[in-house]
């Protein structure tokens, strides 16, 4: 499945410093990954199956998902924290339950569909993550993100769970992890390296338009404590920050890209992973 971009890149070899994190990195430290942001979100519906279905087929190496915690508990895949841009209704997924949720319907006018009922339209409707890892294929492998936890008491604790559940916390015969937990929320990453320190974490870091990308000393000390790498904003990306990172042994994977210029550029600056909404950006 693992997809091989047709160009020649250097080999990235990590330096394992004294300073680096204190465990091997889970994470591969060469190769060019492609992670389909959202499924094949260019393409069909975001964060729906026949969007993660479709990212399969155009041999991402990766799928990335949205995951939120339902009034009764429910981990959901859906990207923003209220249901307002994608369907017909208003308000906060925390405050509706699992069957509610499978009720709503989509407003065409707003963005691409996440939530429809009834009809041909009915596979596009709000998926729960356990109806992802039943419905993908067992060699798929994920980037999961957690949103602001705030919101939602116990959801490291759930999705922990739920990956062990589908054994998840594993690598397959390559040495790639089966799957990858990112998020801006520092405080959720602690959390489910606690739970489980062999599950892969990624710290996304966001930077203004025209600002490059840099991490303060203090900020990096403690980013190693429990990361494998970093996710930034691919216009900041710079050739000595993604030095610098593997310097220090972590990995670097920028988002979103849908510009194929842009992704050989990262790649060749040894970027070790890309999110695009259209998993066949590269394929000429």
Same mark, same amino acid.
């Given at each position: 499945?693992?997809?091989?971009? +047709?160009?020649?890149?250097?080999? =990235?070899? @990590?330096?394992?410093? *004294?300073? !680096?994190?204190?465990?091997?990195?889970? &994470?591969?430290?060469?190769?060019?990954?492609?992670? #389909?942001?959202?499924?094949?979100?260019?393409?069909?519906?975001?964060?729906?199956?026949?969007?993660?279905?479709?990212?399969?087929?155009?041999?991402?190496?990766?799928?990335?998902?949205?995951?939120?915690?339902?009034?009764?508990?429910?981990l959901i895949v859906m990207?923003?924290? %209220?249901?307002?841009?994608?369907?017909? *209704? =208003?308000?906060?997924?925390?405050?509706?339950? &699992?069957?509610?949720?499978?009720?709503?319907?989509?407003?065409?006018?707003?963005? /691409? =569909?996440? #939530?429809?009922? !009834?009809?041909?339209?009915?596979?596009?409707?709000?998926?729960?993550?356990?109806?992802?890892?039943?419905?993908?294929?067992?060699?798929?492998?994920?980037?999961?993100?957690?949103?602001?936890?705030?919101?939602?008491?116990?959801?490291?604790?759930? @999705?922990? %769970?739920?990956?062990?559940?589908?054994?998840?916390?594993?690598?397959?015969?390559?040495?790639?992890?089966?799957?990858?937990?990112?998020?801006?929320? /520092?405080?959720? @990453?602690?959390?489910?390296? /606690? @739970?489980?320190?062999? =599950?892969?974490?990624?710290?996304?870091?966001?930077?203004?338009?025209?600002?490059?990308?840099?991490?303060?000393?203090?900020e990096m000390k403690d980013?190693?404590t429990y990361a494998s790498?970093?996710?930034? *904003?691919?216009?900041?990306?710079?050739? *000595?920050?993604?030095?610098?990172?593997? +310097?220090?042994? &972590?990995?670097?994977?920028?988002?979103?890209?849908?510009?194929?210029?842009?992704?050989?550029?990262?790649? #060749?600056? !040894?970027?070790?992973?890309?999110?695009?909404?259209?998993?066949?950006?590269?394929?000429?």
């Amino acid at each position: 499945m693992k997809k091989l971009v +047709g160009i020649c890149i250097t080999l =990235i070899v @990590l330096s394992a410093c *004294s300073f !680096g994190p204190k465990w091997d990195n889970p &994470l591969p430290e060469d190769g060019f990954f492609i992670i #389909a942001h959202r499924g094949a979100s260019a393409y069909e519906p975001e964060n729906t199956l026949p969007s993660f279905e479709l990212a399969e087929k155009l041999d991402a190496d990766f799928i990335e998902l949205d995951v939120h915690l339902t009034k009764d508990g429910e981990l959901i895949v859906m990207h923003d924290d %209220e249901v307002d841009r994608t369907t017909e *209704s =208003i308000g906060k997924i925390k405050d509706y339950t &699992l069957a509610e949720l499978k009720e709503l319907t989509a407003n065409k006018d707003k963005g /691409k =569909i996440v #939530a429809v009922s !009834g009809g041909d339209e009915e596979a596009y409707e709000i998926p729960t993550l356990s109806e992802v890892f039943d419905e993908m294929e067992d060699d798929i492998h994920y980037v999961i993100e957690l949103k602001d936890t705030k919101q939602y008491s116990g959801i490291e604790k759930k @999705l922990v %769970e739920l990956m062990k559940d589908y054994e998840l916390i594993k690598k397959d015969s390559k040495g790639i992890p089966k799957a990858v937990i990112h998020s801006f929320d /520092k405080k959720a @990453l602690k959390e489910v390296h /606690k @739970l489980e320190p062999d =599950i892969p974490l990624l710290q996304l870091i966001s930077f203004d338009e025209d600002e490059e990308a840099e991490i303060s000393k203090k900020e990096m000390k403690d980013i190693l404590t429990y990361a494998s790498g970093v996710g930034v *904003s691919y216009e900041a990306i710079t050739p *000595s920050f993604v030095n610098e990172m593997h +310097g220090k042994g &972590l990995v670097v994977h920028a988002y979103t890209v849908d510009d194929a210029e842009a992704a050989l550029r990262l790649m #060749a600056m !040894g970027v070790n992973g890309i999110h695009t909404n259209e998993p066949d950006l590269l394929d000429e």
